[in-house]
């Protein structure tokens, strides 16, 4: 069993940052792939970002160019770096880890809030 716990989430103004933490209970380093989602109310969850072992990254439309994926095998950790907010990246973020024959996790969730 893997667990994944996430952080950094809260309220922020329009164009504001913030960067989410994914801490996970075991290795990354040798993950298939590694992602944030985001489920807004009402709304499917849908991908935001994410990084495979190898490095390649591939993010959502809506967030190409504002939102920054990276991880630290040191520190089992996976960051997603969120700048220029909008009110519609208002939702909760979902850490996920793909360990492939291991098993797929997902972490509890950490609510976003960008006002206007």
């Known amino acids: 069993q893997v667990q994944l716990v996430e952080s950094g989430g809260g309220l922020v103004q329009v164009g504001g940052s913030l960067r989410l933490s994914c801490a996970a209970s075991?290795?990354?380093?040798?993950?298939?792939?590694m992602g944030w989602y985001r489920q807004a109310p009402g709304k499917q969850r849908e991908l935001v970002a994410s990084?495979?072992?190898?490095?390649?990254?591939n993010y959502a439309d809506s967030v190409k160019d504002r939102f920054t994926i990276s991880r630290d095998n040191a520190k089992n950790t996976v960051y997603l770096q969120m700048n220029s907010l909008k009110p519609e990246d208002t939702a909760v973020y979902y850490c996920n880890a793909d360990y492939s024959v291991l098993g797929e996790y997902w972490g509890q969730g950490t609510q976003v809030t960008v006002s206007s």
């Open positions: 990084m495979t072992s190898g490095g390649i990254t």
């Open positions: 075991k290795s990354i380093f040798r993950l298939n792939a």
